[in-house]
């Protein structure tokens, strides 16, 4: 990769001054030629260059520590995706904006300090654009380096592995769920079940951090149609590299059973750094004991997430108790919590970590680094399967959807239709007038849904679904159901007494001579009427029957 010379050789005056600047150089030179080489040797000073990589923001350092992790080098589109982009400007605009006093991102610090460049370079599997640390700051910063620490805790035994949890890309399938339930405001019927009470708050911030969702829980159209058309590697590396650089997706703040009060504020990117470089720390491949890697953690690094080891500035509590956590005795119930949490909960989620356990459904006792996690911390997409099945209609009507069917598709269908089951392979919805009725007033047309049926479906659409949709549209409910309570009666004077006293405004429509329906609600007035009349009732059905 070129040094430090090359890569600030096609920059003019201007923007040496700027870097001088940030490094505390006074660069007095009249031009490029004599300043560069000025400017470059002050920089290869080594006690200079730790002071200003020392004093480098947080996520500044965290985007050169990625860097470093990938041999100073990672391709520019992912290096920008996960830490910002870095704006482009004449010598005249820069110098009036001056970007460099109010960076965008990350990437934008380190550029205007000089420490990293922009070229193609050669690598395989073929040329392109990459963002570079260059050659001689990195070899000054890998003497920097902390040795990795080791292994924390132990490896697990074969019991407890005998029931292994791959990871999966199901969070991609979560999340177009999530999206159409957010559309048409199904989200409170997934926030009562009980499979997604521990995930759907999680998922929530990261469809927000990924700009998919807006701050008050309604969707990005455009952003999440490209999401939902990504291929499936390329959208679970969207969502880890967005949940990386997020300062948002607070996981302390989404642990479950747990009360957070005051104004108190931790750092979620910091602690996700460092709980990436704990699992950096183990070896690759090997199932790893979660107690024991926790445990080790209290014991080393207890601090891990607190200020200057503060235990008693957060003011958190558990649901139904009036008591403070504090102190370092609260740490299994808080900090311990959370490394379980993220290794069982986003870590698993993401595709980041496998989990095991000595039998079925039961706490994950074991974990390891996945083999995706390689990929998807560089910002790069695994190999996954392209989503190319088609929707089945089953006899009776109902759309069968797999999970390798196109996720855009099924947001859309999901949008005009009552959801029914989800298996662990499939989902089923059904087409209902209230969920017609329901798409139309968000511009969903039942000739859309006709058209989008003929393209993706796997057999030809059974003609009476296609004439019912159609009668839908033009003629509105011609067939409705709804539960109602039925009065039968041996014999039609009973009814005909009935109707003389002040229960008849409770007879409704008349079926036949000794069946009638019952207003709602009046099982008690008629029930009264009909003893007065000398008739008992049969109570076991609430004089009737519900229909």
Known sequence: MPDLFHTLQGHDLGFLKIVAEAWGIELNAPDVHTALPRLTSEMLDAALAEQVIGGLPEQAAAALE???????????????????EVRTFGAARRDREKPEKNPISPAEIL????????????FPPEPQEFAYIPDDILEFLETLRPQKIEPLGRAASPGETRWSIPATDEILDDCCTLLAALRTGKEAK????????????????????????RQDGSVQPEATRQFLEAPRGQALSTLVTRWLASNTVNELLLLPGLVFEGEWQNNPFHTRQVVLGF??????????NLSAFIAAIREQYSDFQRPAGDYDSWFIRKKGS???LRGISSWDEIDGALLRYMATGPLHWLGLVDLASNEQNTAPLAFRVSSWATLLL???APPLPQERDAIEITLDHRFKLSRLTSRAIRYQIARFCEWDEETSDFYFYRITTTSLEKAQKQGL???HLVKLLLRVARRPIPPALIQAIERWDKFGVEVGMQPVTLLRVSSPEILEALRKTKASRSLMETLNPTTVILRPGSEETVRKALAELGYLSD???SLGKRV
Not at 190 to 213: I, M, S
Not at 279 to 288: A, E, I, R
């Open 279 to 288: 699992l950096d720390s183990l070896p690759k491949g090997v199932w790893w």
């Open 378 to 380: 560089a910002g790069q």
């Open 66 to 84: 990625a860097l470093l992790d990938h041999e100073g080098r990672i391709p520019w589109a992912m290096f920008t995706r996960r830490f910002g």
């Open 445 to 447: 047309l039942p000739a």
């Open 111 to 122: 550029w205007y300090r000089g420490l990293i460049g922009k070229a193609f370079l050669n």
């Open 322 to 324: 009036d008591t403070f």
């Open 539 to 541: 109570s076991s059905l």
């Open 190 to 213: 997934l926030a009562e079940d009980p499979n997604w009470k521990t995930k759907l708050p999680f998922l929530l911030a990261l469809l927000k951090a990924a700009g998919l969702v």
